[in-house]
């Protein structure tokens, strides 16, 4: 995080939970989370990534962000992660439902195996964690729940049939959280990232063609990167955003 960077002094030492915290996007989350002097914990499955970036932030900061080891499939060792998250840092306030896989699948293609574990993957954990974090976020009386949405859904992207649909219900999810547990002062959106240049997008999707047709089309003419949807995370995870709640928010650059 630059030295120019918003400052939000009730982030600070507040508990924050990171699925898919190790790499793209997520890294930069846990990054702009940690630089904000919160108590971060997430979970991946890249382990090498995960304890580089651990160590990278404890060499800059002399703090070490908690990681472990998670498949998210795993609903039960999900609950456990975060759990144990409430038991060692403390409560948990902030939920950012950021694991993902965007893997390209043919609609012809997908069998009733397939299409199960895309939603094991990239919608039943959101549901199940905010559960799990839910309960904690009621003791402390309030937090936010900040689930991943995606810009494919406004963008009908072909040969995504299945994470699609997974990212289309988590906007639904996230209005029924929002409405289930506004009383209890639990906040829930949907932050909805555009075209992000991971590492990832760049060695699998994206390539000059394909950047010079997303730029085209997007009002703001510039490469969006893992650094720019941190901020909207902070916001919503920050009491500046105390009366948003049920809302699908992008960071597209004007494309969707």
């Given amino acids: 995080m630059s030295n120019d960077a918003t400052r939000y002094p009730n982030l600070e030492q507040q508990v924050v939970f990171i699925t898919g915290g190790g790499s793209g996007i997520g890294a930069a ?92 993957l990239n919608l039943r954990p959101m549901f199940f964690a905010a559960q799990a974090a839910a309960h904690q976020m009621i003791k402390i009386g309030g937090g936010s729940i900040i689930n991943f949405g995606s810009i494919s859904v406004q963008m009908a992207i072909s040969d995504l049939s299945a994470y699609m649909t997974a990212k289309a219900a988590a906007c639904g999810l996230t209005r029924s959280l929002a409405r289930d547990l506004g009383k209890h002062n639990i906040r829930v959106n949907t932050l909805v990232p555009g075209s992000i240049m991971t590492e990832r997008q760049l060695e699998k ?52």
């Fill in 205 to 256: 999707w994206i390539g000059p063609e394909e950047e010079a047709s997303i730029q085209a089309r997007q009002s703001l003419k510039m490469r969006l990167v893992p650094e720019h949807v941190a901020p909207l995370a902070l916001f919503l995870a920050s009491q500046e955003s105390q009366a948003i709640s049920g809302q699908e928010i992008a960071v597209d650059g004007g494309w969707g």
């Fill in 29 to 120: 989350l846990t990054r702009a989370f940690h630089l904000q002097g919160a108590k971060v914990a997430f979970v991946d499955i890249d382990d090498a990534a995960s304890q580089a970036l651990a160590e990278s932030l404890k060499a800059e900061t002399g703090r070490m962000p908690h990681y472990r080891r998670c498949d998210i499939r795993d609903v039960e060792a999900l609950q456990a992660a975060i759990a144990e998250v409430g038991r060692e840092l403390g409560p948990i306030h902030t939920l950012v439902n950021n694991a993902a896989n965007d893997d390209r699948h043919r609609w012809d293609e997908v069998d009733v195996a397939y299409w199960d574990e895309r939603m094991a």
